[in-house]
């Protein structure tokens, strides 16, 4: 009796070892699964934001004047995250033939650093 009594312990202590180790396996693929699911959508994001108005050389935003380019680029959000933008850099280029303004922002929540593309629409 008191040898199937340490017996049903160790094998209660084994099931539960085993439940254990099925938890923390099963927790580590849902995190891993998190992981890859939130850089997809992070990639995602970064894509669709390349096809926003001045997220590439190819649609910049008509302007009436390079005064506005700075005011512009922040009143745009952060397609990553939302955040507000901050204009680091505004210099002018010219790409593939056409004179553009770009405006280097990068975002004050997640720290994202992208271009946003102007063209004066005298020079359109
Ligand atoms: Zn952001």
Known sequence: MGRFLVFALLGGALVYAGMLL??????RLRREGEQIRARQALLQRQEEALHLPGGSPERPIVIDSPSVVEPKAESVQCPICGGDLRVSEHRA??????????ARVHCSMCGDERDIFFQLRSQT
């Open 22 to 27: 099925a938890g923390m396996f099963r927790r």
């Open 93 to 102: 280029e010219v790409i593939d033939g056409a004179r553009l303004r770009v």
